[in-house]
């Protein structure tokens, strides 16, 4: 007489039985295919060991791999995919259940193969089935968007690369996370898709020519699933699969720079966990050279902002605005405040754009000095 789902019992099992159980196993729903009483116990156990071999009095086995972030690397051979792990109900922990193929309702099959564990740096457990796959985790990471407060939005972080869009598109194809769907020069998540367009619920990534936005909006914080699956984008980015990077965290929504870096390493060490910074305190990725130009009446507002760039970047006086532009970037104000005097309506400063890229990633502000006539 087959046992209640009431009264079977589990008790852990030696990694090597693993190589006995089965030839093939499938991803299975942790919380559909565990007793309900049996749960608490084995997430608890999970939490301790990291991985864990279980028996069940039933007669089924199952492994449990314990992750600290929303999604696991599956790597074949040289090739990378980001797939989705459980979510341990609300909690910010996440598993990988795994059964012998035909002893449970399959998710997803791994390729036959002897199944093994072995220790990987984090305190995580790599699965390994046969030499052709690897399910690893994804390096300890913050969400992208730590160094900015809720907004409207949308939030930016836009990285600058080298690359055309068709060279940006095919790279982003071959590693495109589960969960997001090409969409032109667009990818979407579709974890809830937004008809209308609008960001208030989902994450896009978007493609320009030597340009990758992620962005995101509606007053949130990135969701844990979205966030690991643009990490696994953003890191393989840093390694420099698409050369040399810089990149910018940009609010759309009150037109301001959060954080800037200026290489793979910068953006490595943004992503890094770390200690809480004070968020009313300058961080080392928003340490950002603020510039303000105070125009004399009657002076000729373009000349006087271009002399006044020139002196503070030890320039000659009579170099042209496009030689101050023409400068690496970490060497330029990324905020220049060009203050108007009474009678001047506006800067057009876009006609002076060099059309090098520079000129747009500077903040540009112009208003009026305080007392000026029409401020």
């Known amino acids: 007489m087959p046992e209640s789902p009431d009264s079977v019992k589990w008790r852990a099992q030696p990694a090597a039985v693993l190589e006995t159980l089965a030839q093939a196993w499938s991803v299975v729903d942790f919380f559909a295919e565990v007793p309900r009483h049996l ?13 864990l ?30 797939v ?19 002893n449970g309702q399959s998710l997803r099959s791994l390729p036959p193969g002897t199944l093994t564990l072995s220790p990987a740096a984090r305190g995580h457990v790599d699965v390994h089935i046969g030499t052709q796959l690897r399910i690893t985790g994804l390096p300890p990471s913050r969400s992208w968007d730590w160094a900015w407060g809720p907004t409207l939005g949308p939030l930016y972080l836009s990285i600058y690369v080298g690359r055309s869009v068709a060279q940006i598109l095919e790279w982003l194809r071959a590693n495109l996370p589960e969960g997001y769907v090409l969409d032109g020069h667009c990818a979407r998540a579709t974890r809830n898709p937004q008809p209308e367009g609008r960001l208030r619920h989902t994450d896009e990534i978007r493609v320009r020519e030597g340009e990758i936005h992620f962005l995101h909006g509606h007053y949130r914080h990135i969701e844990p699933v979205d966030n690991a699956r643009a990490v696994f984008l953003l890191r393989k980015l840093a390694k420099g699969e698409l050369g040399e990077l810089s990149f910018d965290l940009f609010d759309g929504d009150y037109l301001s720079l959060c954080a800037t870096g200026y290489c793979g390493a910068s953006l490595h060490k943004y992503l890094d966990r770390r200690p809480h910074y ?33 002196r ?38 876009n006609r002076h754009d060099p059309g090098n890229g520079t000129f747009k990633r500077i903040r540009w502000w112009t208003q009026h000095a305080p007392g000026a006539a029409g401020s």
């Open 84 to 102: 989705s792990v459980q979510r341990v109900r609300l909690d910010n922990a996440w598993l990988l259940a795994l059964v012998p193929q035909g």
């Open 278 to 310: 004070d968020r009313k305190q300058p961080h080392p990725w928003n340490c950002l050279r603020h510039l303000v130009i105070d125009v004399p009446a009657g002076s000729d507002v373009t000349e006087h902002t271009r002399l006044s760039l020139n």
């Open 39 to 51: 749960q608490g116990s084995l997430l608890l156990a999970l939490t301790r060991r990291k991985a």
């Open 53 to 82: 071999v279980v028996e069940f009095t039933d007669g089924r086995s199952m492994l449990l791999i314990h992750f600290d972030d929303a999604a696991a690397v599956w790597q074949h051979g040289t090739c990378e995919r980001c």
């Open 312 to 349: 503070e970047l030890g320039l000659a006086d009579d170099a042209p605005l496009g030689a101050a532009l023409a400068l690496p970037l970490q060497e330029l104000p990324r905020r220049i405040t060009v203050l108007l005097p009474g009678g001047v309506r506006e800067f057009d400063r």
